[in-house]
């Protein structure tokens, strides 16, 4: 028999996979209840969490762009 988790945040479908990163940063040992969003915020919301996923590994992220820049990779 499994161990039950504590409950969890609940978040947006968009934000739910950042929570879950930031519950596993902080040793957090839950799951996130996402429900879901209206379509009309999956635009904004895409852009949003794809930046804050770039600006949480800008070192990573610069890193593969200036590799990939580099000629004969």
Known sequence: MSAR???GPAAGDFHGFRAAITARRTAVDT???ASLAAARFW????IRECTDA??????VNLG???LLR???L
């Open 5 to 7: 988790l504590p409950p």
């Open 31 to 33: 799951h996130v209840i």
């Open 43 to 46: 635009p904004t919301a895409t």
């Open 54 to 59: 770039f600006l949480r590994h800008k070192a």
């Open 64 to 66: 593969a762009g200036v």
């Open 70 to 72: 580099l000629p004969g």
